[in-house]
T-cell receptor, first 114, second 111 residues
């Protein structure tokens, strides 16, 4: 079956622009996570959804970052007024449920802010 | 939140067995130990998960001693394609923040 799909694969934005990154989780997966991964570093947690409810957004670095999952499936991570420090790979992961289910990751969106 | 410590890098040769140890001294009673593998330009991929003793699947084994303060991922007879970063995660099912990745171990398999 299809895995986690993220789009676009690459995004170049000029500083100050808004961007929207999309994640299509595996069908039926309840939990959805967003991570930010800088070059040479491990993924860093941003936010977590259980169905449409955003249960944890403590990892979002600033109020310029906003995530939603309105119907409990597709999720969008929006970054307003992008800054150069936002350049990173943004990874989305989904899992069947929260109880120790393995995370299934997409291949990420590489955001470059110029 | 249990913190993990892994070697930053390891080198091995094709055909050898590789063991990567992760320390998690403050692991909680409900925490599971999960390992992921990541290739360049890809998202992490689940390898194996365990709670105690030994777990084995088609790609790896996970050894967890009785005190659960460490765990060892064992990759039998590695090949060049096993060159990747390996992450150890420790957490339970309560909060998203429990899925915390450290810097991982960069394994280089040489011919």
């Amino acid at each position: 079956g299809a895995g986690v799909s993220q789009s676009p694969r690459y995004k170049v934005a000029k500083r100050g622009q808004d961007v929207a990154l999309r994640c299509d989780p595996i069908s039926g997966h309840v939990s959805l996570f967003w991570y930010q991964q800088a070059l040479g570093q491990g993924p860093e947690f941003l936010t977590y959804f259980q169905n449409e409810a955003q249960l944890d957004k403590s990892g979002l670095p600033s109020d310029r970052f906003f995530a939603e999952r309105p119907e409990g499936s597709v999720s969008t991570l929006k970054i307003q007024r992008t800054q150069q420090e936002d350049s990173a790979v943004y990874l989305c992961a989904s899992s069947l449920e929260m109880t120790n289910s393995p995370l299934h990751f997409g291949n990420g969106t590489r955001l470059t802010v110029t | 939140l249990a913190k993990t410590t892994q070697p930053i890098s390891m080198d091995s040769y094709e055909g050898q067995e590789v063991n990567i140890t992760c320390s998690h001294n403050n692991i909680a009673t409900n925490d599971y130990i999960t390992w992921y593998q990541q290739f360049p330009s890809q998202g992490p991929r689940f390898i194996i998960q365990g709670y105690k003793t030994k777990v084995t699947n088609e790609v790896a084994s996970l050894f967890i001693p009785a005190d659960r303060k460490s765990s060892t991922l064992s990759l039998p007879r590695v090949s060049l394609s096993d060159t990747a970063v390996y992450y150890c995660l420790v957490g339970d099912d309560n909060y998203g923040q429990n899925f915390v990745f450290g810097p991982g171990t960069r394994l280089s398999v040489l011919p």
